[in-house]
């Protein structure tokens, strides 16, 4: 609230400083992030266009590449804490490019499993979960990490909208990712088939991204040297009152915020989400060229559903900001998650499926942007680290368990229904969950920064 001497020409500076300070800083640092994570999510999710040649030349069963695709996410859980904990000590610049270098070396690895195996004796199959799980100790962190770090530069009323921003990463990754990993697996050459050439050619642009983050990311709004001064100043300030202000009903340690029922909650909303998600983003380019499909015709369809999730998560999310409203958004995204996934192992018409896993999508990149900003609301800066890193970690093990429950049920029953109906079921308990959510509005916003 302005003071009472504020005049109203004032206030009017005021709020032109504010929307020019998150105006830039939004084009200086969401675009350039957006990138990382681009090539982050694509690397992570890659293997399910692999699979369509992999596994027969692996000799990997459904359960078997299920278990694989999902190892990664146990990796993922053990270092996302201490990785987010080595983050704020480090520096968000030194540890998000080492993150980004080691993940792209071990995802061009993919490339070379079969001389991995002759190398080492080991069998193909091993090779491959070995990789999977070390992909994951090497990228946990990422995602809450920078989540972390959008908190020092933008206030409360800007991070569900930032978040998605940052976010629409994932749809663009596979809008992008989809096609080009298509037409990959048709490369061939140099004794390596298509789906080796896709690794390491979807690989490489992470190594050369952690270059970019060590010259290109700055650590605090007070050494930003592209802000004027009293940009600068009135985010500085701005942030550490806000922070100042969560930490007067702050949990003191790392002990409480674990058994903390609203983290908890976030943190299996996020499981189910995580859960259902994967399992059909892993499995659905084989259940597309099932259908009669080539490998370049999947990688377009595919395209589609994350190009209309895109859409629908910005404007799911700014509603979720004007209004201030935060668990009945989650709520809806995860019933939107389930009743597509549930759609679309019923019905049989091929476009209508199509339409039914779109709708699974919006709700499925709509979540995070507006479930990440719930602990930082009434955590203090001090465990807001930790508890983002909770609930992403708790969340990751649903990505574990929902692809290899998955395969296992896709090898028992000969078919995909079962497998879409249990985690439509999965999404559906999230949501319920997440309506039981105990937590206040956040002050609704008036107007974005771009005036719209």
């Keep these: 609230m302005p003071a009472a001497h504020t005049t109203p020409?004032?206030?009017?500076?005021?709020?032109?400083?504010?929307s020019r300070t998150v105006k830039k800083v939004m084009w200086r640092l969401l675009?350039?992030?957006?990138?990382?994570?681009?090539?982050?999510?694509?690397?992570?999710?890659?293997?399910?266009?692999?699979?369509l040649q992999m596994s027969r030349s692996l000799g990997l069963s459904e359960a078997a590449f299920g278990f694989g695709a999902g190892v990664f996410?146990?990796?993922?859980?053990?270092?996302?804490?201490?990785?987010?904990?080595?983050?704020?000590?480090?520096?968000?610049?030194?540890?998000?490019?080492?993150?980004?270098?080691?993940?792209?070396?071990?995802?061009?690895?993919?490339?070379?499993?079969?001389?991995?195996?002759?190398?080492?004796?080991?069998g193909a199959d091993i090779c491959f979960y070995l990789l999977r799980f070390l992909l994951g100790l090497c990228e946990a962190g990422f995602y809450p990490g920078v989540v972390f770090y959008l908190t020092r530069w933008f206030?409360?009323?800007?991070?569900?909208?930032?978040?998605?921003?940052?976010?629409?990463?994932?749809?663009?990754?596979?809008?992008?990712?989809?096609?080009?990993?298509?037409?990959?697996?048709?490369?061939?050459?140099?004794?390596?088939?298509?789906?080796?050439?896709?690794?390491?050619?979807?690989?490489?642009?992470?190594?050369?991204?952690?270059?970019?983050?060590?010259f290109y990311l700055t650590e605090h709004p007070r050494d930003a040297k592209w802000l004027e001064r009293d940009e600068a100043g009135w985010l500085q300030e701005t942030v550490a009152r806000e922070q100042a202000l969560a930490g007067r009903s702050a949990h003191a340690g790392l002990l409480k915020v674990l058994f903390d029922s609203r983290i908890l909650k976030c943190a299996f909303a996020n499981f189910s989400m995580q859960g259902a998600t994967y399992s059909i983003t892993?499995?659905?380019?084989?259940?597309?060229?099932?259908?009669?499909?080539?490998?370049?015709?999947?990688?377009?369809?595919?395209?589609f559903p994350p190009f209309i999730g895109a859409?629908?998560?910005v404007l799911f999310s700014r509603h979720s900001d004007r209004t201030g409203?935060?668990?009945?958004?989650?709520?809806?995204?995860?019933?939107?998650?389930?009743?597509?996934?549930?759609?679309?192992?019923?019905?049989?018409?091929?476009?209508?499926?199509?339409?039914?896993?779109?709708?699974?999508?919006?709700?499925s990149v709509s979540l995070g942007p507006m479930l990440y900003p719930i602990p930082a609301s009434f955590l203090s800066r001090a465990t807001a680290a930790a508890g983002s890193a909770l609930v992403s970690s708790l969340g990751a093990l649903g990505g574990f368990f929902g692809p290899y429950l998955f395969g296992y049920m896709k090898t028992q029953t000969g078919g995909p229904t079962t497998?879409?109906?249990?985690?439509?079921?999965?999404?559906?308990?999230?949501?319920?969950?997440?309506?039981?959510?105990q937590v206040g509005r956040t002050s609704p916003v008036v107007a974005s920064p771009s005036g719209s």
């Design 31 to 51: 675009p350039f992030l957006m990138a990382c994570y681009v090539v982050a999510f694509l690397d992570r999710v890659n293997v399910g266009f692999a699979h």
């Design 311 to 313: 859409i629908g998560m």
């Design 155 to 214: 206030p409360s009323d800007y991070r569900a909208r930032v978040i998605a921003f940052f976010m629409l990463a994932v749809p663009v990754s596979s809008v992008i990712g989809a096609p080009i990993s298509g037409l990959l697996l048709n490369v061939t050459g140099l004794g390596l088939e298509g789906w080796q050439w896709m690794y390491i050619l979807e690989g490489l642009p992470s190594v050369l991204m952690a270059v970019a983050v060590w």
């Design 325 to 363: 409203e935060r668990r009945y958004h989650v709520a809806s995204a995860l019933l939107m998650l389930g009743i597509g996934i549930a759609g679309g192992a019923l019905l049989q018409d091929p476009v209508i499926r199509l339409l039914c896993f779109t709708l699974a999508n919006v709700g």
């Design 9 to 18: 020409k004032q206030i009017t500076e005021m709020a032109e400083l504010e």
């Design 419 to 437: 497998s879409l109906l249990l985690m439509a079921g999965l999404a559906l308990t999230g949501a319920l969950v997440a309506a039981s959510l």
């Design 73 to 122: 996410f146990i990796g993922y859980f053990l270092l996302e804490i201490p990785s987010n904990i080595l983050l704020e000590r480090l520096g968000a610049r030194v540890w998000i490019a080492r993150i980004m270098l080691s993940w792209g070396l071990v995802s061009t690895s993919f490339g070379f499993i079969p001389q991995i195996s002759a190398l080492s004796g080991l």
């Design 282 to 303: 892993l499995f659905l380019p084989a259940l597309v060229t099932q259908l009669g499909y080539s490998n370049t015709q999947t990688g377009f369809i595919l395209a």
